[in-house]
Nanobody, 126 residues
Framework: QVLVVESGGGLVQVGGSLRLSCAAS????????MGWFRQAPGKAREFVAA????????VYADSVKGRFTISRDNAKNTVYLQMSSLKPEDTAVYYC???????????????????WGQGTQVTVSS
């Protein structure tokens, strides 16, 4: 089992930056692909970015490509989401999740993720 806890959310102005962190615990963290998802008020939760267990492969939603960067530090059991050039439409609760299977590639599908954090609020003001 993998436990994940997000941090780093907050209020930021349009064009600003934030870095979210996802601290994970569990015997298999270094073998789990990880993902970030978000849910805006009144909308379904959507995929943001994912990284495979090695950190060598990443994938992004078109809406954040070129502005967000996902990375991981397996020595620290932490995954990061660096967000830049933030827009009001990036306002959402951001969730970190760990895949239910070890190794494998990146995934955009929420169904592939078994372990979820409680989320951290990101608000972008104009």
């Amino acid at each position: 089992q993998v436990l994940v806890v997000e941090s780093g959310g907050g209020l930021v102005q349009v064009g600003g930056s934030l870095r979210l962190s996802c601290a994970a615990s569990g015997r298999t963290f270094n073998k789990n692909g990880m993902g970030w998802f978000r849910q805006a008020p009144g909308k379904a939760r959507e995929f943001v970015a994912a990284i495979d267990w090695s950190g060598r492969n990443t994938v992004y939603a078109d809406s954040v490509k070129g502005r967000f960067t996902i990375s991981r530090d397996n020595a620290k059991n932490t995954v990061y989401l660096q967000m830049s050039s933030l827009k009001p439409e990036d306002t959402a609760v951001y969730y970190c999740a760990a895949k239910g299977t070890i190794y494998g590639g990146v995934s955009r599908s929420q169904g592939d993720y078994l372990y979820w954090g409680q989320g951290t609020q990101v608000t972008v003001s104009s």
